[in-house]
T-cell receptor, first 112, second 113 residues
Framework: DGGITQSPKYLFRKEGQNVTLSCEQNLNHDAMYWYRQDPGQGLRLIYYSQIVNDFQKGDIAEGYSVSREKKESFPLTVTSAQKNPTAFYLC???????????FGPGTRLTVT | AQSVSQHNHHVILSEAASLELGCNYSYGGTVNLFWYVQYPGQHLQLLLKYFSGDPLVKGIKGFEAEFIKSKFSFNLRKPSVQWSDTAEYFCAVNAHGNNRLAFGKGNQVVVIP
């Protein structure tokens, strides 16, 4: 079954801790993306990667970091510098620039 | 950078009513246009897309959208909604040749049986 896996579905952390969200795809897509979804705000792009070992900041990259060591994997770290980390995080992938993006099921992160 | 506007964030309608959701974008160049849908508890999934060609695009589940270049719009329509159309709908745009997809804030649609 081809698709995008995000784990865990729910994640709880204490303020001041870094946390890493997993995203894996077996669609053989070159490009991967991380979005943050807040109620009434739509989806906002955090980081994206067009190829392995390369990534670019999106619109709200502050307080986040990523790596792209393998084509299949694009983990997102929410650092303690992110002022408002509680949100729903969505990972996506696509074949390239002019193709639709496919989305994973998301991880809901709660920081208290 | 492109931006996307969706109005009437909350829409409530009865089954069999017609639905139209507006989407306007700001970008002067060639664009790719998308409508995504998020059913309760499910993945965000593609409803329909426009890259080029016929500006009237048909998608899944009886939805269609029309690209009007002069109005920078890509409105979504369905002539007769069902209870199962209850979902959040997002319009998204990217410039041709650009990975960055800009999303609108979404329309929360509730269909009353």
């Amino acid at each position: 079954d081809g698709g995008i896996t995000q784990s865990p579905k729910y994640l709880f952390r204490k303020e001041g801790q870094n946390v890493t969200l997993s995203c894996e795809q077996n669609l053989n897509h070159d490009a991967m993306y991380w979005y943050r979804q807040d109620p009434g705000q739509g989806l906002r792009l955090i980081y994206y990667s067009q190829i392995v070992n390369d990534f670019q900041k999106g619109d709200i990259a502050e307080g986040y970091s990523v790596s792209r060591e393998k084509k299949e994997s694009f983990p997102l770290t929410v650092t303690s510098a992110q002022k408002n980390p509680t949100a729903f995080y969505l990972c996506a992938s696509s074949s390239g620039r002019d193709y639709e993006q496919y989305f994973g099921p998301g991880t809901r992160l709660t920081v208290t | 950078a492109q931006s996307v506007s969706q109005h009437n964030h909350h829409v409530i309608l009865s089954e069999a009513a017609s639905l139209e959701l507006g989407c306007n974008y700001s970008y002067g160049g060639t664009v790719n246009l998308f409508w995504y849908v998020q059913y309760p508890g499910q993945h965000l999934q593609l409803l329909l897309k426009y890259f080029s060609g016929d500006p009237l695009v048909k998608g899944i589940k009886g939805f269609e959208a029309e690209f009007i270049k002069s109005k920078f719009s890509f409105n979504l329509r369905k002539p007769s909604v069902q209870w199962s159309d209850t979902a959040e709908y997002f319009c998204a745009v990217n410039a041709h040749g650009n990975n960055r997809l800009a999303f609108g804030k979404g329309n929360q649609v509730v269909v009353i049986p």
